[in-house]
C-alpha cells in the first residue's frame, strides 16, 4: 500500500458513503483510478466490508458487560466447538482469546440486566466447555473507537 491507499482507507473510515467523484478529488486522483484502487483494497482482504454505525440506545441494546470465560479445557476440539457456538448468540458482540489466567474475554450487549441474565443462563454459560465465567457490567463507555488510525506519511494523523 502507497500513500494514496492510505488516504483512501482514512477516507472511507471516515465515511463509507463517499462517491467515487469525492473519494477521488479528496485523494488527489481521478474516478476510474480511485475505483480501481478500492477494488484491490476489496479484493485483497484490506476492505473487508461497509457497515452502518447503529446507536446501541436507539437499538435497544445500550447494557454492556464484559465477561471473563474460563475453558474446562483448551484441545484444539474443545476450542473449535466454544468458537462455533459463539457465533450463534447474537448478544455476544465481541469474543477474543486471551492469554492469561482467563481463555475469552467478551463484550455482551442487552436491553438491561435482567436480559443480561438470561443471556448468561440460558446461553453463554451453555457454551461448550465453559468452566466459570465472571461478568463485569460497563457504568460508563468512554471510548468505543472503530477506525484504524492511519498515517499517510504527510505529518498529519486520519482515520
Not at 65 to 86: D, M, P, W
Not at 129 to 138: D, E, S
Request: aromatic content about 4%; proline content about 3%.
Amino acid at each position: 500500500m502507497d500513500r494514496i491507499d492510505l488516504k483512501i482507507l482514512a477516507e472511507l473510515q471516515r465515511d463509507a458513503r463517499l462517491s467515487y467523484v469525492e473519494l477521488a478529488r479528496r485523494v488527489g486522483l481521478s474516478k476510474t483510478p480511485c475505483a480501481e484502487r478500492v477494488r484491490k483494497l476489496e479484493e485483497g482482504g484490506v476492505i473487508r466490508g461497509y457497515h452502518a454505525d447503529l446507536d446501541p440506545v436507539a437499538m435497544d441494546r445500550a447494557h454492556v458487560v464484559i465477561v471473563q470465560v474460563l475453558l474446562s479445557g483448551t484441545t484444539a476440539h474443545e476450542l473449535k466447538l466454544f468458537n462455533e457456538a459463539v457465533q450463534r448468540i447474537p448478544e455476544i458482540q465481541t469474543c477474543q482469546m486471551i492469554a492469561g489466567d482467563f481463555d475469552y474475554l467478551l463484550t455482551v450487549r442487552t436491553r438491561d440486566i435482567q436480559t443480561y441474565r438470561s443471556v448468561l443462563g440460558e446461553k453463554i454459560s451453555e457454551l461448550p466447555c465453559v468452566k466459570q465465567t465472571h461478568t463485569y457490567v460497563v457504568m460508563e463507555v468512554v471510548k468505543d473507537e472503530k477506525t484504524i488510525e492511519i498515517r499517510t506519511g504527510e505529518g498529519r494523523r486520519s482515520g
